[in-house]
Every structure is written in C-alpha cells, then in structure tokens.
Nanobody, 121 residues
Framework: QVQVVESGGGLVQPGGSLRLSCAAS????????MAWYRQAPGKERELVAR???????NYADSVKGRFTISRDNAKNTTYLQMNSLTPGDTAVYYC???????????????WGQGTQVTVSS
C-alpha cells in the first residue's frame, strides 16, 4: 500500500509565494517520476511541473521562471515552490508519482487527494 499526501496549499495575495509538499509513504521500493498537476474550475487537469528520479525537470510554459520543482529522494518527497503567484494560478494542485512498491515487479501511478491554492486579494 502506498499513500501520497500533499500539504502547503492556502490563500495568498497576488505576487505572493507558496510552497507545496508531497510525501509518498508505505511499501515503496523505488520512485520514478514525481509531478504536480493542477485543475481549475471548469478546466481540465494540466501538468505544472515534473521531475525525474535523476532530477531532470520540465515545466508548463505558464509557470516557467516562477515555479520550481525539487525532490528529496531520502524522504520520498517532492516540493513545488511557487513565486509571483497570480489569480490564474488558482486551482487544486495534485501530486502524481510513479512508484514501484516492494514485492512488485511493476510500477504504478499514484495521485494525492489535492490541495487548494487560491490567489486573491
């Protein structure tokens, strides 16, 4: 059993910053990619940022230069530092991971429950 839990969302004023965290726990043998997605009301879920097990990253064009994804492999945790936030960043942010559980020969996709980020004055 693998659990994925996000934290760090909340209400912030335009121009402000937030840091999201996502921790994977349970019977984990290894973690491949970790990523953040977001879904705004009435819109489809979209990729925000992704980081491989080797630390390679890619970002949505809309967040390049403002958001930074990182990970701590020892803690099975990924972070999303969000700066210069705008109302357009308002969404539920979801953590996504590709995990190989212990005693399993394959990798599986896991999603967190989501954390709300609201950017408003």
């Amino acid at each position: 059993q693998v659990q994925v839990v996000e934290s760090g969302g909340g209400l912030v004023q335009p121009g402000g910053s937030l840091r999201l965290s996502c921790a994977a726990s349970g019977r984990i043998f290894s973690i491949n990619d970790m990523a953040w997605y977001r879904q705004a009301p009435g819109k489809e879920r979209e990729l925000v940022a992704r980081i491989t097990s080797r630390g390679n990253t890619n970002y949505a064009d809309s967040v390049k230069g403002r958001f930074t994804i990182s990970r701590d492999n020892a803690k099975n945790t990924t972070y999303l530092q969000m700066n210069s936030l705008t109302p357009g960043d308002t969404a539920v942010y979801y953590c996504y991971t590709i995990v190989r559980p212990t005693s399993r020969p394959y990798e599986y996709q896991y999603w967190g429950q989501g954390t709300q980020v609201t950017v408003s004055s």
